[in-house]
C-alpha cells in the first residue's frame, strides 16, 4: 500500500508539471516515467485487468468526442483526397517500420505498431493484443509525439508569426451535469466490457469508440470527460505500460535510440511530402497541410492546430480517418512487416561483402 501512495504522489506531482509545461497526455506520460522509475528499482506493482478495460474505455470516448458532424462533412466531399493522402501515410509507416526489422533493430510488430501514425495511447493497447512488446512501443510513439509536437509548433509558428495555443477541441469538457457523466461512465465500462466478452482485439477500445461516436454524432449520448477522469484514466495507462519496463528493456532502447529518432525524423519527412502533395491538389493552405499530415497523435495535434490559423475540421478529418485505417489495417502490416522484414543474420552479411 506504501509503495502505491508513493507512485500516486510521484506521478501526479511530475504529471502536473508536464502539464504546466504545455506537454500533451501529461498525466500519461508522468504517470508513465514514474512507474518506469519504481519498476526498475524493483517494485512490483501490477495493474488490474477490470482497471486498465475501463481507462481504455474512457479513451475510446475521448476519440469518440472529437467525431463531430463537421468532421463527417469533410470526409464526405473530400473523400478521395483523405483515403490517397491517408494511404500514403500509413504505407510511409509501414515501410519506416521494415526498415527497423530489417536492420535489426526491432521485431516485427514491436516495429510495425511503434511506426503506427494513430493516437498513441490507442496503439500501445491494440499493440498488446497482437504481440507486440507495448514498452518498445510506447517508447517509439511518445518519442515521435514529442519530436512531432516540436516540429509542428516550430513550423506552425513560422507560417502564422506566432501565437499561443488555444485549448483543444477534444479538451476536457469545461462543466459536466450528472446524466452525460452517468452515460459516458456507463458507455466506458459496459462498451469495455463488452469488448473484452467478445474477445475482439483492443474491443475495451474499439468498442466504446466506435459505439460512442455513433451515438455522439446523432445526439443520442452527450459525452461528457472532465479532466478528473481523463487524468485517471491517463494514469492507469501510464501506470500499465510503465511497470512493465526493466533493465533489460531499456538497455535495449538506449542502444537503438539513434536508429529510433532516425526512423522518426524518416517518417515526418514522408508525411511532409504527403502535406506538400496535399497542398498541390487541393490548394489548402501549408499549415493545414502539415498538421493534417503530421504522424502525430491526434489530441496533440488537435491542440496546436485549435491555436493556429489551420483549418481545424479538415485536420481533425485526415488524423481521424487515418487512425480508424490504421485500426483496420494495423493487424494485416504487422504480419506482413514480420514475415518479409526479417532482419539478415550478421553472417550472411559478412558473406554477401
Known sequence: MVHWVALLVASLILSELAARAGFPAAYLLGAMLCSVAFAIAGVELRIGRPLLSFSQGVIGCLVARSLSNAIFTWIVRDWWVILLVVGATVLAAALVGWTLVKSGTLPGATAAWGSSPGAASAMVMMAGDFGADI???AFMQYLRVAIVVLSASVVSRILIGGS???????????TVSLVPLAET??????????GRRLKIPSGALLVPMLVGAALHATGAVEIALPAW?????YVLVGWYVGLSFDRDVLEHIFKAMPKLVLSTLLLIGLCAISAWLLNRWTGIDPLTA???TSPGGLDSI???AAGSRANVPFVLAMQTMRLFMVLLTGPAIARLISRYGVA???AKRAGNT
Do not use: D, E, N
Not at 499561443?164 to 469545461?174: H, V
Open 135 to 137: 514498452r518498445l512501443v
Open 164 to 174: 499561443s495555443l488555444a485549448a483543444a477541441p477534444i479538451a476536457p469538457s469545461p
Open 185 to 194: 461512465l456507463a458507455l466506458a465500462a459496459v462498451g469495455a466490457w463488452l
Open 229 to 233: 477522469l481523463l487524468h485517471v484514466a
Open 290 to 292: 502539415y498538421l493534417a
Open 302 to 304: 488537435a491542440v496546436i
Open 344 to 346: 539478415t543474420s550478421p
